[in-house]
Protein backbone atom coordinates (compact mmCIF):
# COMPACT_ATOMS: atom_id res chain seq x y z
CA UNK A 1 0.00 0.00 0.00
CA UNK A 2 1.99 3.13 -1.24
CA UNK A 3 -0.36 5.72 0.20
CA UNK A 4 0.86 9.46 -0.61
CA UNK A 5 4.00 9.52 -2.56
CA UNK A 6 6.17 12.48 -3.01
CA UNK A 7 8.97 13.39 -5.01
CA UNK A 8 11.48 14.51 -4.58
CA UNK A 9 12.61 13.61 -0.66
CA UNK A 10 14.99 16.01 -0.83
CA UNK A 11 16.44 18.48 -3.31
CA UNK A 12 18.87 21.73 -3.23
CA UNK A 13 17.77 24.59 -5.27
CA UNK A 14 19.58 28.32 -6.60
CA UNK A 15 17.17 30.94 -5.88
CA UNK A 16 14.56 31.86 -8.85
CA UNK A 17 14.69 28.81 -10.37
CA UNK A 18 11.66 27.15 -10.55
CA UNK A 19 10.79 23.87 -8.76
CA UNK A 20 7.89 21.36 -8.76
CA UNK A 21 7.54 19.37 -5.98
CA UNK A 22 5.09 15.69 -6.79
CA UNK A 23 2.49 14.41 -5.13
CA UNK A 24 0.53 10.97 -5.52
CA UNK A 25 -2.17 9.34 -3.48
CA UNK A 26 -3.72 5.66 -4.48
CA UNK A 27 -6.49 6.37 -2.07
CA UNK A 28 -8.90 8.16 -3.52
CA UNK A 29 -9.20 10.80 -1.59
CA UNK A 30 -10.90 13.71 -2.55
CA UNK A 31 -9.39 16.07 -0.27
CA UNK A 32 -5.48 17.01 -0.31
CA UNK A 33 -3.44 19.34 0.78
CA UNK A 34 0.06 21.05 0.83
CA UNK A 35 1.74 21.96 4.39
CA UNK A 36 5.45 23.48 5.05
CA UNK A 37 6.63 22.71 8.55
CA UNK A 38 9.53 25.05 9.95
CA UNK A 39 11.30 24.65 13.50
CA UNK A 40 9.17 26.14 16.27
CA UNK A 41 6.30 26.64 13.96
CA UNK A 42 3.51 23.96 13.47
CA UNK A 43 2.44 22.37 10.11
CA UNK A 44 1.10 25.92 8.00
CA UNK A 45 -1.12 25.24 4.97
CA UNK A 46 -0.19 26.35 1.72
CA UNK A 47 -2.80 25.54 -0.34
CA UNK A 48 -5.51 23.10 -0.81
CA UNK A 49 -7.58 20.88 -3.09
CA UNK A 50 -11.47 19.59 -1.98
CA UNK A 51 -11.96 17.57 -5.11
CA UNK A 52 -10.88 17.76 -8.25
CA UNK A 53 -10.53 20.71 -10.28
CA UNK A 54 -10.62 22.59 -7.83
CA UNK A 55 -8.50 24.29 -5.36
CA UNK A 56 -8.11 26.76 -2.71
CA UNK A 57 -5.49 29.19 -0.42
CA UNK A 58 -4.18 28.50 2.63
CA UNK A 59 -2.59 30.51 5.32
CA UNK A 60 0.96 30.85 3.34
CA UNK A 61 0.37 30.50 -0.35
CA UNK A 62 2.58 33.28 -1.25
CA UNK A 63 5.28 32.44 -4.32
CA UNK A 64 3.38 28.68 -4.97
CA UNK A 65 0.63 27.51 -7.17
CA UNK A 66 -1.14 23.93 -7.34
CA UNK A 67 -3.63 22.14 -9.47
CA UNK A 68 -5.64 18.87 -9.26
CA UNK A 69 -5.83 17.72 -12.78
CA UNK A 70 -7.18 14.57 -11.45
CA UNK A 71 -8.30 12.61 -8.35
CA UNK A 72 -5.13 11.40 -7.75
CA UNK A 73 -2.04 14.35 -8.42
CA UNK A 74 -1.71 17.39 -6.70
CA UNK A 75 1.64 19.25 -7.60
CA UNK A 76 3.39 22.31 -5.96
CA UNK A 77 5.25 25.15 -8.07
CA UNK A 78 7.75 27.74 -6.62
CA UNK A 79 7.62 30.07 -9.41
CA UNK A 80 10.59 31.50 -8.37
CA UNK A 81 12.42 29.95 -5.11
CA UNK A 82 13.58 31.92 -2.50
CA UNK A 83 15.77 31.30 0.80
CA UNK A 84 12.86 31.53 2.84
CA UNK A 85 11.15 29.19 1.10
CA UNK A 86 13.87 26.21 2.62
CA UNK A 87 11.51 24.31 4.97
CA UNK A 88 10.24 20.33 4.74
CA UNK A 89 6.83 20.10 3.00
CA UNK A 90 4.78 17.57 3.49
CA UNK A 91 1.53 16.70 1.23
CA UNK A 92 -1.45 14.95 3.02
CA UNK A 93 -4.92 13.87 2.03
CA UNK A 94 -7.90 13.46 4.09
CA UNK A 95 -10.41 9.93 4.60
CA UNK A 96 -11.39 7.78 7.26
CA UNK A 97 -14.04 7.95 9.59
CA UNK A 98 -12.61 10.85 10.83
CA UNK A 99 -10.71 12.56 8.37
CA UNK A 100 -7.99 12.39 9.68
CA UNK A 101 -4.72 13.45 7.16
CA UNK A 102 -2.61 11.09 5.81
CA UNK A 103 1.07 12.70 5.03
CA UNK A 104 3.49 11.81 2.70
CA UNK A 105 7.38 11.57 3.81
CA UNK A 106 7.64 15.19 3.05
CA UNK A 107 10.06 16.81 0.56
CA UNK A 108 13.20 18.87 2.18
CA UNK A 109 13.74 21.74 0.09
CA UNK A 110 17.11 23.96 0.73
CA UNK A 111 16.89 27.27 -1.78
CA UNK A 112 20.32 28.68 -1.88
CA UNK B 1 -7.21 35.22 16.49
CA UNK B 2 -7.02 31.04 16.27
CA UNK B 3 -4.75 29.73 18.80
CA UNK B 4 -3.35 26.57 19.47
CA UNK B 5 -0.71 26.21 22.57
CA UNK B 6 1.23 22.98 23.96
CA UNK B 7 4.33 23.06 25.78
CA UNK B 8 7.87 22.85 23.49
CA UNK B 9 8.96 20.43 25.51
CA UNK B 10 8.42 17.33 28.17
CA UNK B 11 10.79 14.89 29.54
CA UNK B 12 9.35 11.57 30.91
CA UNK B 13 11.04 8.38 32.27
CA UNK B 14 11.09 4.89 30.29
CA UNK B 15 7.98 2.98 31.53
CA UNK B 16 6.35 5.93 33.78
CA UNK B 17 3.35 7.91 32.54
CA UNK B 18 3.12 11.48 30.55
CA UNK B 19 0.52 13.86 30.06
CA UNK B 20 0.39 16.41 27.29
CA UNK B 21 -1.51 19.33 27.12
CA UNK B 22 -3.58 21.86 24.21
CA UNK B 23 -5.34 24.70 25.13
CA UNK B 24 -7.37 26.19 22.38
CA UNK B 25 -9.12 29.11 20.93
CA UNK B 26 -10.70 28.42 17.45
CA UNK B 27 -13.67 30.08 14.89
CA UNK B 28 -15.78 26.82 15.85
CA UNK B 29 -14.77 23.16 16.90
CA UNK B 30 -15.23 20.09 14.67
CA UNK B 31 -13.43 17.75 16.41
CA UNK B 32 -9.36 17.85 17.87
CA UNK B 33 -6.48 15.26 16.65
CA UNK B 34 -3.16 14.18 18.16
CA UNK B 35 -0.48 13.21 15.26
CA UNK B 36 3.24 11.65 16.19
CA UNK B 37 6.14 12.57 14.61
CA UNK B 38 9.04 11.38 14.86
CA UNK B 39 12.41 12.81 13.52
CA UNK B 40 12.61 13.62 9.98
CA UNK B 41 9.54 11.52 9.40
CA UNK B 42 5.95 12.64 8.42
CA UNK B 43 3.11 13.30 10.92
CA UNK B 44 1.12 9.95 11.84
CA UNK B 45 -3.05 9.94 13.31
CA UNK B 46 -3.23 8.86 17.00
CA UNK B 47 -6.52 9.98 17.70
CA UNK B 48 -9.37 11.77 17.39
CA UNK B 49 -11.94 13.62 19.64
CA UNK B 50 -15.15 15.42 18.97
CA UNK B 51 -17.21 14.57 22.09
CA UNK B 52 -16.23 15.41 25.60
CA UNK B 53 -14.51 12.87 27.57
CA UNK B 54 -11.70 10.12 27.03
CA UNK B 55 -10.64 8.10 24.08
CA UNK B 56 -8.68 5.09 24.98
CA UNK B 57 -6.58 3.44 22.15
CA UNK B 58 -3.50 0.76 24.22
CA UNK B 59 -1.40 2.75 25.75
CA UNK B 60 -2.51 5.99 24.54
CA UNK B 61 -5.64 7.72 25.52
CA UNK B 62 -6.89 11.33 24.40
CA UNK B 63 -9.63 13.79 26.56
CA UNK B 64 -11.35 16.44 25.40
CA UNK B 65 -13.59 19.59 27.12
CA UNK B 66 -15.31 21.81 24.68
CA UNK B 67 -16.02 24.24 27.37
CA UNK B 68 -12.82 24.85 28.75
CA UNK B 69 -10.91 24.36 25.38
CA UNK B 70 -8.42 21.62 26.54
CA UNK B 71 -7.49 18.05 25.20
CA UNK B 72 -4.83 15.98 26.89
CA UNK B 73 -2.96 12.95 25.31
CA UNK B 74 -2.07 10.24 28.06
CA UNK B 75 1.26 7.97 27.02
CA UNK B 76 1.30 4.94 29.73
CA UNK B 77 4.19 2.76 30.63
CA UNK B 78 6.21 4.53 28.17
CA UNK B 79 8.68 3.19 25.56
CA UNK B 80 12.03 5.06 24.06
CA UNK B 81 10.24 4.41 21.01
CA UNK B 82 7.35 7.31 21.85
CA UNK B 83 10.33 9.82 21.78
CA UNK B 84 8.79 12.23 19.47
CA UNK B 85 6.61 14.90 18.79
CA UNK B 86 3.11 14.86 19.20
CA UNK B 87 0.95 17.61 17.77
CA UNK B 88 -2.26 19.15 18.24
CA UNK B 89 -4.69 20.26 15.70
CA UNK B 90 -8.41 21.29 15.79
CA UNK B 91 -10.50 21.30 13.30
CA UNK B 92 -12.65 24.92 12.70
CA UNK B 93 -16.12 25.81 11.46
CA UNK B 94 -14.69 25.90 8.02
CA UNK B 95 -12.69 22.19 8.54
CA UNK B 96 -9.94 23.56 8.41
CA UNK B 97 -6.90 22.03 10.68
CA UNK B 98 -5.05 24.41 13.00
CA UNK B 99 -1.94 23.59 14.26
CA UNK B 100 -0.20 23.30 17.53
CA UNK B 101 3.73 23.71 17.05
CA UNK B 102 4.10 20.01 19.05
CA UNK B 103 5.66 18.92 22.19
CA UNK B 104 8.96 17.55 21.95
CA UNK B 105 8.52 14.61 24.46
CA UNK B 106 12.13 12.84 25.02
CA UNK B 107 12.13 9.56 27.15
CA UNK B 108 14.77 9.05 29.46
CA UNK B 109 15.94 5.36 30.62
Known amino acids: IAGITQAPTSQILAAGRRMTLRCTQDMRHNAMYWYRQDLGLGLRLIHYSNTAGTTGKGEVPDGYSVSRANTDDFPLTLASAVPSQTSVYFC???????????FGEGSRLTVL | GQNIDQPTEMTATEGAIVQINCTYQTSGFNGLFWYQQHAGEAPTFLSYNVLDGLEEKGRFSSFLSRSKGYSYLLLKELQMKDSASYLCAVRDSNYQLIWGAGTKLIIKP
Open chain 1, 92 to 102: ASSGGATGELF
